[in-house]
């Protein structure tokens, strides 16, 4: 069936370095994308968006990359602080099918002091 | 920003009891608000649509009867879950959608049930 996936449940990444992690999805009419941070115990919190008629996006220390090619995102996060630790979802916005938000699996990303 | 609160944070019920999950958009109206369960260590599954006034939509494989949900004004969304038993031990979250597309997440709801 239609899904948001992720390559690498979970990324152990030095302080100080950048983060990348990745997502497959298999609806190529999917046309909004979200990335989410979730840490222990508590909802997801949004991170940052893009849509389809976009290849990048730019945030605070946050890049989404989208590849509709091969329906592939990623997000990076520069200057990988101990404060990033957390489960990070990709997730797939349904827009005309009542906006329904889909989750993909989650990694985890671990900060090495 | 857009607030969004679920009361109770926590709650332990005894086996074959019911007990109801509130989720309340603090400062926008939400016509549409979606409920979650997550199991540790897996992703947020969508249970239910829910809009304000009608029936929810649930997804292929949710209960209906046992997670009744019920949206009864523009800020507020319940789920009951019923007749409860340990599988339904979860972290149940709702999300609200607000006047542009973006929804907001609450922060959880973490049911144990003995």
């Known amino acids: 069936g239609e899904s948001v996936g992720l390559h690498l449940p979970t990324l152990s990444v030095q302080e100080g370095d950048n983060s990348i992690i990745n997502c497959a999805y298999s609806n190529s009419a999917s046309d909004y994308f979200i990335w989410y941070k979730q840490e222990s115990g508590k909802g997801p919190q949004f991170i940052i968006d893009i849509r389809s008629n976009m290849d990048k996006r730019q945030g605070q220390r946050v890049t989404v990359l989208l590849n509709k090619t091969v329906k592939h995102l990623s997000l990076q996060i520069a200057a990988t602080q101990p404060g990033d630790s957390a489960v990070y979802f990709c997730?797939?916005?349904?827009?005309?099918?009542?906006?329904?938000?889909?989750f993909g699996k989650g990694t985890r990303l671990h900060i090495l002091p | 920003g857009a607030v969004v609160s679920q009361h109770p944070s926590w709650v332990i019920c005894k086996s074959g009891t019911s007990v109801k999950i509130e989720c309340r958009s603090l400062d926008f109206q939400a016509t549409t608000m979606f409920w979650y369960r997550q199991f540790p260590k897996q992703s947020l599954m969508l249970m239910a649509t829910s809009n304000e006034g009608s029936k929810a939509t649930y997804e292929q494989g949710v209960e209906k009867d046992k997670f009744l949900i019920n949206h009864a004004s523009l800020t507020l969304s319940t789920l009951t879950v019923t007749s409860a038993h340990p599988e339904d031990s979860s972290f149940y979250i709702c999300?609200?959608?607000?006047?542009?597309?973006?929804?907001?997440f609450g922060p959880g709801t973490r049911l144990t049930v003995t």
């Open positions: 999300s609200a959608k607000g006047q542009n597309y973006e929804q907001y």
């Open positions: 997730a797939e916005n349904m827009m005309g099918r009542d906006d329904k938000i889909i």
